[in-house]
């Protein structure tokens, strides 16, 4: 999106480069008011990390991959690309990589911080609907919801397995949102700093809600597809790890 030519692409600003290399160029940014991180965890992904950055690579945005701990290449992959690559000596779960990669965006004084997940589920393409809401300041949390789109192919029992998690976050939190486990979303400055993760693992997925709830964020939920292949559905969460997602989420509630 960031061009140095003529025309004016839709929905962007031109900015005076007068002071650059080329005197003559225009440059177009996107209007987005603000600097912009995606952060990405990341946990035995090596090639569908590949993937995912050239898709990211299409977005103006700084990208952050925070390698949790892989036994494979995953890191490498990381920078080769020339992203920024944090990574964990040992693995934490993706609670304690989302929150290493937004503290991080932070220091470096990011406006917006995206988070996207690194096995290729998402699309880069529909960052700019859920960093829209944001920018415009309509919210200061935008969720990505997979059963507002249409275009996601979730399997069935996938869908109990949501389904259960949704209901869970509401009968913990009093929080209505239709799709609690999606990695997707766009928190603002304000609100990445209103909130700590502290369940490492994939409780934190609840935990987010009861904080956004105690900052008194605005959220609101935007359609995104959630792709699923073989290869997703071999190595994604299952009905058996919502036990534990559950009894980690209550552990950590009683203790804290
Ligand atoms: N499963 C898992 N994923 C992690 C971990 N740390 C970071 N992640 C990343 O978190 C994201 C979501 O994980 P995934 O297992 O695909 O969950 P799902 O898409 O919700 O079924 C992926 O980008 C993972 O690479 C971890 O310890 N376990
Ligand atoms: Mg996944």
């Known amino acids: 999106m960031r061009s140095v030519g003529r025309g004016v692409a839709a929905g962007a600003a031109e900015v005076d480069v007068s002071r650059y290399t080329f005197p003559s160029a225009t440059l177009y940014m996107p209007a987005v008011p603000g600097r912009v991180f995606i952060v990405v965890p990341a946990y035995n992904e090596g090639q ?39 990574r964990h000596t040992i693995n934490r779960g993706q609670g304690a990589a989302l929150q290493t990669g937004i503290s991080f965006a932070l220091r470096e004084g990011a406006d917006f911080i995206v988070t996207f997940d ?29 059963f507002l789109s249409g275009t996601s192919n979730v399997p069935p029992m996938r869908k109990v397995v949501l389904h259960l998690a949704r209901l869970f976050t509401f009968l913990t939190t009093g929080i209505r949102v239709g799709d609690c486990h999606n990695g997707y979303r766009v928190l603002s400055r304000g609100a990445a700093s209103a909130i700590y993760l502290k369940q490492d693992r994939m409780a934190h997925a609840s935990e ?27 190595k994604g969460q299952r009905l058996s790890n919502s036990l534990s997602v559950l009894f980690q989420y209550l552990f950590g509630k009683i203790t804290q």
């Open 48 to 86: 569908r990390l590949l993937r995912v950055l050239d898709d990211l690579a299409r977005t103006p945005h700084a990208v952050v991959v925070v390698d949790d701990g892989s036994r494979d290449d995953t890191f490498e992959v990381a920078r080769g690309r020339g992203v920024y690559a944090l």
């Open 208 to 234: 987010i809600y009861d904080q956004i709830l105690r900052a008194k964020l605005r959220f609101l939920e935007v359609p995104v597809t959630i792709r699923y292949s073989d290869e997703t559905l071999a």
């Open 118 to 146: 690194a096995d290729g589920q998402h699309l880069a393409s529909e960052l700019d609907q859920l960093l829209a809401p944001v920018a415009a300041g309509q919210c200061d949390v935008a969720l990505g919801n997979r």
